[in-house]
């Protein structure tokens, strides 16, 4: 199936997480970051590749990774349908394979909560599945991430009432971050939410502290 948001166009794939309402919500909030033609960025679990692409029209280069090869695959394609070549696609679970520091890390974590006992073995169910809590992979994210940001450097991640969003924000404060909600989506069993976080300089490091 062929989808095409904010111009930019993607095939849909097999074994592939299809875009969905999550997706475009995040893909709306990069217009956020206010990313410029220096720019490197770094997407975590690219799936088809539509928000690493329409974010490499904007940058310098962007970096997307997936544990799914099918998804690896897919993105390479889509890639090539719209022409954009500043684009690296590399197989990576979370930050196992970069060595480098971004402007920018963009990530759709799987964030629904599933007992152990409910899941297969379809990939598929890694781009959704969060574990107990639907928290187990934005952890090892939000531990891990600030070592691969720039000075200032900048997160936009997608959460979900369900895995309780406001611990994203609380671990993102204390690691020194400001943050922000910049869009939210109230669906019939959830609320969805980008939120934007930047590294902060000393001094507005210590005001945000004192308001934890």
């Known amino acids: ?28 909030s990069l217009r956020y970051l206010n990313i410029r033609p220096t720019d490197n960025i770094l997407e975590i679990g690219t799936g088809t590749g539509i928000i690493a692409l ?30 954009i ?15 480098k520091r971004y402007n920018i890390i963009i990530f759709n974590p799987p964030y629904l909560p599933q007992e152990k006992s409910e899941t297969s073995d379809d990939i598929i169910d890694c781009a959704w599945n969060g574990g107990k809590d639907g928290r187990e992979t934005t952890g090892k994210f939000l531990n891990l991430a600030p070592l ?14 369900k895995s309780k969003y406001k611990k994203t ?18 669906l019939f069993f959830e609320e969805l939410v980008v939120i934007k976080a930047k590294k902060c300089n000393y001094i507005n490091y210590k005001k945000q502290k004192r308001h934890l």
């Open 148 to 161: 691969y940001l720039k000075e200032t450097g900048q997160i936009l991640i997608l959460d979900s009432s």
């Open 1 to 28: 199936m062929r989808i095409e948001h904010k111009g930019t166009k993607i095939s849909t794939c097999k074994h592939v997480y299809e875009p969905s309402e999550d997706t475009f919500l995040l893909m709306d």
């Open 169 to 186: 924000l609380d671990t993102l404060r204390k690691k020194g971050f400001t943050v922000k909600i910049v869009k939210r989506m109230n």
């Open 54 to 83: 329409h974010a490499a029209k904007h940058a310098k280069q962007v970096t997307a990774t997936d544990i799914n090869s099918y998804a690896l695959n897919c993105a390479k394609k889509n890639a090539e349908l719209n022409n």
């Open 85 to 99: 070549n500043n684009i690296e696609i590399i197989k990576s679970n979370l930050f196992a394979n970069i060595s």
